[in-house]
Nanobody
């Protein structure tokens, strides 16, 4: 079973920044789109951002556009999410995943496998 490992979450004040990482130890996804999603209790998992296999094409949810930047380093089998100007509404568990199925880039069901998630909490 392939594992993805997220890190970098934590507690930050509104207006602050965090950088999330998603590593795939021992496995390469250099030919796949990879994405970030987030989820709060009682709500569906929400698309945040995705990056093409080469890193040259990126996708963002409207709610994070201009504040978040997704990137990847295929040599390190790692994807990143730089989050700036964080808002309390960004509080969620953030998951990374690999797009291995057909469908829109923003559809969570197009992604598998998933990481275990990392908590991001933004205080006001």
């Amino acid at each position: 079973q392939v594992q993805l490992v997220e890190s970098g979450g934590g507690l930050v004040q509104a207006g602050g920044s965090l950088r999330l990482s998603c590593a795939a130890p021992g496995r390469t996804f250099s030919t796949s789109v990879m994405g970030w999603f987030r989820q709060v209790p009682g709500k569906e998992r929400e698309f945040v951002a995705a990056v093409s296999w080469s890193g040259s094409i990126t996708y963002y949810a409207d709610s994070v556009k201009g504040r978040f930047t997704v990137s990847r380093d295929n040599a390190k089998n790692t994807m990143y999410l730089q989050m700036n100007s964080l808002e309390p509404e960004d509080t969620a568990v953030y998951y990374c995943a690999v797009k291995t199925k057909g469908g829109d880039t923003s559809w969570s069901r197009a992604y598998d496998p998933w990481g275990q998630g990392t908590q991001v909490t933004v205080s006001s």
